[in-house]
DNA sequence: CAAACGATCGGCT
DNA sequence: GCCGATCGTTTGC
């Protein structure tokens, strides 16, 4: 695993503007992922992202450009959040990119914790401090959410302010290529042949990576 | 206005 | 491995 840098800088809005949404997320792996609401920071490293790219992309909720008032913030440029409400009960978080027009983002799926455990665990209702349950903290797209106190209330916000809520920084940490592994993303089957688009990338040796879904059925 | 449906998680068998 | 929770968003009548 990678050595920490001594300073880390923020994510500048042309690392999230470019049009190659692939390109952003693998880029993803490895950055460290901050909050802060009333001094309690927490942080984690990115481990696990899966692409959606409108128009041509039925997973991706802008598929075809279809413009509702939860998906507008998709259309707007990148370096924003786009956090919506899941199955009722989950906040999932999104990193808008690419220029104003393409509604293209990154759905961030796991963390390795850094910062603030004990807020961490404490949001997310998890007593003990054993491997396993490190692990359950920040593993899966609603649980991250929940840990780093990102709401679907903050759907827009910015990115770029550092201190102001929440934001992305380059500590040095980034994923090599060759430690990058691909596959389907998950919960899409609805999405065609969409479904098997290898747009799912995970740091191929991390511990905190969602579970691999089951085969599906022949 | 009604209804169907999730980019999930955790508890239970 | 399976299943139920839970509610905002979207679409259709």
């Not at 802008?62 to 939860?70: F, L, M």
């Not at 899966?140 to 934001?167: N, V």
């Not at 430690?179 to 995970?202: K, L, M, N, Q, T």
Request: proline fraction near 7%; aromatic fraction near 8%; charge should be positive.
């Amino acid at each position: 695993m990678a050595q920490p840098v001594p300073t880390p800088t923020l994510l500048l809005p042309e690392f999230y503007r470019r049009t190659d949404v692939l390109q952003v997320a693998r880029d993803l792996l490895g950055m460290v992922l901050v909050s802060e609401w009333d001094g309690r920071r927490t942080a984690g490293r990115i481990t696990e992202t899966e692409a959606y790219r409108a128009p041509d992309d039925r997973a991706c909720h802008a598929y075809a450009n279809r413009r509702t008032p939860r998906t507008e913030v998709m259309f707007q440029d990148g370096g924003r959040a786009y956090i919506y409400l899941c199955y009722g009960i989950h906040h999932l978080f999104n990193v808008v990119t690419a220029p104003a027009g393409q509604a293209h983002a990154v759905l961030i799926r796991a963390l390795e914790p850094l910062e603030g455990l004990e807020y961490m665990a404490e949001r997310r209702n998890i007593l003990g401090t054993s491997p396993k349950e490190k692990i359950r903290l920040t593993t899966g797209p609603g649980a991250l959410s929940q840990a780093l106190g990102l709401h679907r209330a903050c759907s827009g916000q910015s990115l770029l302010l550092p201190g102001k809520g929440f934001w992305i920084e380059d500590r040095g940490l980034q994923v090599p290529g060759q430690d990058i592994a691909s596959g389907p993303r998950i919960g899409v089957d609805y999405a065609g042949e969409c479904a098997a688009w290898p747009w799912r990338f995970w740091e191929r040796d991390s511990l905190y990576v969602s579970k691999t879904p089951r085969l599906k059925s022949l």
